[in-house]
């Protein structure tokens, strides 16, 4: 049995990976190690929760004897490692947090695991991996021209959390280098998908489409993006974690270059129509504001390498993703009121603390 530890797991992209890597790997141990701050909903994976391969635990990864204690106890094989810190706005409110989780909590992690599988000598090494979840964040800003970040690419952060994720990706890179540590890293684009906190672009907008709300936009929305559907990102996850090459770097991107104020009207369009409303009747809606201070103009990701070493590509074109990510928040009323609400945080209690 291979033990593989993901931590982050109640977030978006997390809980997406666990059902995956639940559901295609019975014969894995999987624990997802997650904190539960506002952005961990273990709501997320009530359908696996009973699995006999899955195990939770609330936990802190900058509480080190923890981590140490999980290693040995579930004789980990690999991790996983996405829990961050992960919305902009907030690391320019509060950026000590996420150096605190970011770096320091990357960190101990990477410490754990050089102790816990280098304790008889490198050949513990063997069969093991640290692989790291990042950010095309870290390379910066593109112009609006035909360039494209890619694995070469120097690294240039501009906000807290991407300067918390560069800082926190130089670490893996540095285990790797001093001591030696199985690592993989990969820096993926925009992610778009359900069960996304609604304090993100999509669902916030789909959101506030339904309830009538402002949607504000940064500037003008000039700023270009790109994105890809979660799942097509937990695939490649998931091909990395199993196929890629020690030591490397992986982009991950969907060739899929929006424009904020295009994306925003494309949300407008489909959610309209799902809702049965008259084309155009929530265009009204949208409201510029200013802009985010160091809002990075445009990222574009060159993927091209996990293409050609191991076959992926975006499998969703992206009006299709839209559409199943705007039905999905309009169907799952109940999930999006509970996170709105709060009450999803109860849910741990109910299900865990009693038992
Ligand atoms: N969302 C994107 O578009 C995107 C794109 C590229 C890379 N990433 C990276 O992927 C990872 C996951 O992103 P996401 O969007 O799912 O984030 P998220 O905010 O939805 O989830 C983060 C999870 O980490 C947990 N967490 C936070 N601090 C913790 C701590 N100290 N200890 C244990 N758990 C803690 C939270 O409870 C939450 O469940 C992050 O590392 C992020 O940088 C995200």
């Keep these: 049995m291979k033990s593989i530890l993901v931590t982050g797991g109640a977030g978006f992209i997390g809980s997406h990976l666990v059902r995956v890597l639940v559901n295609k790997y019975p014969n894995y141990n999987i624990i997802n190690l997650d904190k539960l701050t506002y952005a961990g909903n273990l709501e997320n994976l009530r359908d696996v929760e009973e699995k006999e391969n899955y195990t939770f635990v609330k936990g802190d990864i900058c509480d080190f004897q923890l981590l140490e204690s999980l290693y040995t106890k579930y004789s980990i094989d690999g991790v996983?490692?996405?829990?961050?810190?992960?919305?902009?706005?907030r690391s320019i409110k509060d950026p000590f947090a996420f150096a605190q989780t970011n770096v320091m909590g990357t960190l101990y992690l990477l410490q754990a695991a050089k102790n816990y599988w280098g304790a008889n000598?490198?050949?513990?090494?063997?069969?093991?991996?640290?692989?790291?979840?990042?950010?095309d964040e870290v390379y910066g800003s593109l112009e609006l021209d035909n360039t494209f970040f890619t694995e070469q690419t120097t690294y240039d952060p501009h906000s807290p959390y991407s300067a918390s994720k560069a800082s926190s990706d130089h670490f893996v890179r540095a285990y790797s280098d001093t001591f030696g540590l199985p690592i993989i890293i990969s820096n993926c684009s925009n992610n778009y998908g359900s069960y996304q906190f609604p304090e993100k672009l999509i669902p916030l907008f789909i959101n506030n489409i339904k309830n009538n709300k402002p949607l504000p936009v940064y500037g003008k929305g000039e700023n270009v993006r790109d994105w890809l559907f979660v799942d097509d990102h937990v695939r490649a996850i998931d091909l990395i974690f199993h196929k890629g090459r020690k030591g490397e770097t992986y982009n991950i991107g969907g060739f899929n270059e929006w424009k904020n104020i295009d994306l925003i009207k494309i949300l407008i369009k489909?959610?309209?129509?799902?809702?049965?409303?008259?084309?155009?009747?929530?265009?009204?809606?949208?409201?510029?504001?200013?802009?985010?201070?160091?809002h990075d103009l445009r990222y574009a990701i060159d993927s091209s390498k996990l293409h050609n070493e191991l076959g992926w590509s975006p499998s969703l074109q992206f009006e299709e993703g839209i559409e199943k990510t705007v039905k999905w928040y309009l169907e799952n009323e109940e999930w999006l009121k509970r996170v709105t609400s709060g009450e999803y945080k109860k849910y741990y209690t109910e299900m865990y603390h009693n038992r």
């Design 80 to 89: 996983i490692h996405l829990a961050a810190e992960s919305h902009v706005d």
């Design 270 to 294: 489909t959610a309209d129509k799902q809702l049965g409303r008259a084309p155009g009747t929530s265009d009204s809606l949208i409201t510029y504001v200013t802009d985010r201070a160091g």
């Design 121 to 135: 000598g490198k050949e513990g090494f063997q069969g093991k991996l640290f692989y790291h979840v990042s950010t």
